[in-house]
């Protein structure tokens, strides 16, 4: 293991390679509200394996994440944002003429999160072609972190799949499925099944794996993972813990229990910290339980990347959790270093956002609005 998280990887084998989407999220400070009426937003890095490379560095591993970005001034936030968080931008290539994606969310605690991706009809990290891939690099990464939803579009999808055919390492599929980035979910499995004889280990939620596998019910969907072939299947359940099995032991981890504020991101920190796991070679249950306790810290804040807990928080979480306490939103702020790889231009991480007792979330009819007739928004 690298020092941690101080700079870019060079000359050194990448322990982690991500590979798929980036995008900036853009998300409400504003608690219980439809976007119809949030006024303030945060800025932050988004996008699942980008989330999961920054996840990893956090707990010391050196780690890279291939994507494209726009040429515009958001893909520069998000090279200065992974820099500072001590991924290695150098995979990271801009698109001319396509902007960044950005995506926005509500938040509707405890567990109703919705997502609005703008990156229709497509997306820069969709452009990734496979010529432009280091495969070398693939190939030498200790681990190689892919996506289903970097399967979705041409050329992102022959690039995801030569990918997967060069790395010769622990090569883990997060079967990621966003059901508005295909055309049918039967598209999603038929390629999720081309996907999964390359991964060694599986990861992915009930509605994902039943996707890939056809089964809603955790056990019989992670026997099913391994009978394709992977040697670690693993079936995140949010606040139900999660299910992981190797076919020898089976771990069933409970869900450390938080005072939700986003439960976006969980995942992406269970993909951290379960690279951390691997990589540390700590045995399924201990991987398992590290895992979930650094995606309920993330449940516990407001946004993904910028809450990737080190692995002294997640000790701190254990331990509170062992003696049976919920760790609440002020408390889960609170244990976040001071100094840390995350960018000096970021403000800090509220601890969460207010919660308003505005306008319900439908509130029916309300008066026309009235546009401004220019985009400075000046009327005539
Ligand atoms: N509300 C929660 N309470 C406690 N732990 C949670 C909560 N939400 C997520 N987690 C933890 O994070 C992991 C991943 O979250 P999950 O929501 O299942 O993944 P995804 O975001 O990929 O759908 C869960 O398996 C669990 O360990
Ligand atoms: O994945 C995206 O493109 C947006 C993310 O940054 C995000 O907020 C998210 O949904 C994270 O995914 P999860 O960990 O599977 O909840």
């Known amino acids: 293991m690298t020092e941690p998280t101080t700079g870019l990887v060079s000359g050194l084998v990448t322990e982690l390679i991500t590979m798929?989407?980036?995008?900036?999220?853009?998300?409400?400070?504003?608690s219980g509200l439809s976007l119809r009426h949030v006024e303030t937003f945060g800025k932050y890095l988004g996008g699942s394996p980008s989330n999961v490379a920054v996840a990893a560095a956090r707990h010391g591993r050196s780690s890279a994440v291939i994507t494209r970005t726009g040429a515009d001034p958001f893909g520069e936030f998000l090279h200065d944002a992974l820099r500072g968080f001590g991924v290695d931008d150098r995979y990271v290539t801009p698109v001319a003429g396509m902007p960044t994606p950005v995506t926005f969310c509500e938040l509707f605690p405890p567990d109703d999160f919705p997502l609005y991706f703008y990156r229709f009809p497509t997306a820069p990290d969709l452009q990734i072609h496979p010529e432009e891939l280091d495969l070398s690099a693939i190939a030498r990464a200790e681990i190689f972190w892919a996506t289903v939803t970097g399967l979705c579009q041409e050329p992102s999808r022959s690039a995801t799949l030569a990918a997967l055919g060069a790395a010769t390492g622990t090569v883990v599929l997060d079967l990621d499925y966003r059901p508005m980035f295909w055309a049918s979910r039967e598209e999603a499995a038929r390629f999720v099944r081309q996907a999964l004889p390359h991964a060694t280990v599986a990861v992915g939620n009930l509605e994902e794996c039943a996707v890939a596998v056809g089964s809603h019910d955790a056990e019989?969907?992670?026997?099913?993972?391994?009978?394709?072939?992977?040697?670690?299947?693993?079936?995140?359940?949010?606040?139900?813990?999660?299910?992981?099995?190797d076919g020898v032991t089976t771990v069933v981890g409970p869900p450390v229990p938080v005072e939700v504020v986003n439960g976006l991101g969980a995942g992406d920190a269970f993909g951290g910290a379960l690279c951390h796991g691997l990589l540390s070679g700590w045995d399924l249950e201990r991987t398992v339980r590290f895992a979930n306790?650094?995606?309920?810290?993330?449940?516990?804040?407001?946004?993904?990347?910028?809450a990737m807990p080190t692995s002294a928080e997640v000790e701190a979480v254990l331990e509170l959790a062992g003696s049976g306490t919920t760790l609440t939103a002020a408390h889960s702020a609170s244990l976040a270093p001071v100094s840390g790889p995350a960018p000096s231009s970021k403000p800090p991480e509220s601890s969460r956002p207010v919660p308003v007792a505005g306008p319900p979330r439908d509130p029916g009819p309300v008066p026309a609005f009235d546009p401004p007739t220019n985009l400075t928004g000046e009327r005539s």
């Open 293 to 306: 306790a650094a995606g309920a810290i993330v449940a516990s804040r407001l946004s993904c990347a910028d």
């Open 220 to 245: 019989s969907a992670a026997a099913l993972l391994l009978a394709a072939g992977v040697k670690i299947a693993i079936v995140k359940q949010g606040p139900d813990g999660v299910l992981a099995t």
């Open 20 to 30: 798929g989407r980036i995008g900036v999220d853009v998300y409400p400070l504003q």
